[in-house]
T-cell receptor, first 114, second 111 residues
Framework: DGGITQSPKYLFRKEGQNVTLSCEQN?????MYWYRQDPGQGLRLIYY???????QKGDIAEGYSVSREKKESFPLTVTSAQKNPTAFYLC?????????????FGPGTRLTVL | DAKTTQPPSMDCAEGRAANLPCNHS???????VYWYRQIHSQGPQYIIH???NNETNEMASLIITEDRKSSTLILPHATLRDTAVYYC????????????FGTGTRLKVLA
């Protein structure tokens, strides 16, 4: 069964702690993305990666870090520098062509920082 | 940078067609328009994409104006399960993988 998995579905952390959100895909997609969604708002791009060992900042990268060591995996670390980390985090992947690029999303991780 | 504009909300009676408009007047000539929907607390689901011709699949139809400055997503027979937020998106910069989702249109299908 091909798809994107994100774990865990709910995550609680204390303020000041770094936390890493997992994203794995078995769609053989080259491109992967991380978005943040706040209540009643749209999706905002945090980071994206077009290929292994390469990633680019999105619109709200401050306080976040990523790595792309394997094609299947694109973990996101929410650092203590992120001032308001409580949000719904969505990971996506796409074939990564420069023309057509529909994205497939995971179920999301809801992070709450106490 | 290319961006889209959508009405914040719409209602539609069950069984009727839902027509969701999107303005993308700054779209580049060879960039596609994509539509997604997000049911509460889930990841967005891809619906359809188009360049300049009208497109149809099992979920919806997409009508793009000749000047490509706007498009309309059509759900021909809306059901209660179509209640969701619908996003129309385009690539922010040609050649990149940056897309802006905006706040979308919240469609409520009424029984």
């Amino acid at each position: 069964d091909g798809g994107i998995t994100q774990s865990p579905k709910y995550l609680f952390r204390k303020e000041g702690q770094n936390v890493t959100l997992s994203c794995e895909q078995n769609l053989n997609h080259d491109a992967m993305y991380w978005y943040r969604q706040d209540p009643g708002q749209g999706l905002r791009l945090i980071y994206y990666s077009q290929i292994v060992n390469d990633f680019q900042k999105g619109d709200i990268a401050e306080g976040y870090s990523v790595s792309r060591e394997k094609k299947e995996s694109f973990p996101l670390t929410v650092t203590s520098a992120q001032k308001n980390p409580t949000a719904f985090y969505l990971c996506a992947s796409s074939r990564g062509t420069r023309v057509i690029n529909e994205q497939f999303f995971g179920p999301g991780t809801r992070l709450t920082v106490l | 940078d290319a961006k889209t504009t959508q009405p914040p909300s719409m209602d539609c009676a069950e069984g009727r067609a839902a027509n969701l408009p999107c303005n993308h007047s700054t779209i580049s000539g060879n960039e596609y328009v994509y539509w997604y929907r997000q049911i509460h607390s889930q990841g967005p689901q891809y619906i359809i994409h188009g360049l300049k011709n009208n497109e149809t699949n099992e979920m919806a139809s997409l009508i793009i104006t000749e000047d490509r400055k706007s498009s309309t997503l059509i759900l021909p027979h809306a059901t209660l399960r179509d209640t969701a937020v619908y996003y129309c998106i385009v690539r922010v910069e040609p050649g990149t993988y940056k897309y802006i989702f905006g706040t979308g249109t919240r469609l409520k299908v009424l029984a």
